[in-house]
């Protein structure tokens, strides 16, 4: 028994939060046009969260400062070898 709402399990991620999250060190391409990095490599640190077996993290562009997103499945059942497949370009 609980005492949440019909239809609701609480296994939601607005009530569980991710079902994983970890930290990446990796070389992404600044995707702003106005970056002297654009279209170059630029190592960052990000911060990936997945629920589900969808990913998403952002990063913040350490020349130019700007905010960029990235999402995406994860193909198998280790995230982190589903990370090191991913291409960001």
Request: glycine share 6%; net charge negative.
């Amino acid at each position: 028994m609980n005492n949440y709402p019909p239809g609701v399990t609480g296994r939601e991620y607005e009530i569980a939060g991710p079902d994983a999250e970890w930290t990446e060190t990796k070389e992404v391409y600044c995707q702003w046009e106005d970056c002297p990095h654009f279209e170059k490599e630029v190592e960052v640190e990000l911060d990936v969260e997945s629920y589900r077996g969808q990913w998403w993290t952002t990063y913040t562009c350490p020349t130019c400062e700007k905010d960029s997103e990235f999402d995406g499945e994860i193909e198998t059942a280790d995230p982190d070898e589903a990370w090191d497949n991913r291409d960001f370009d």
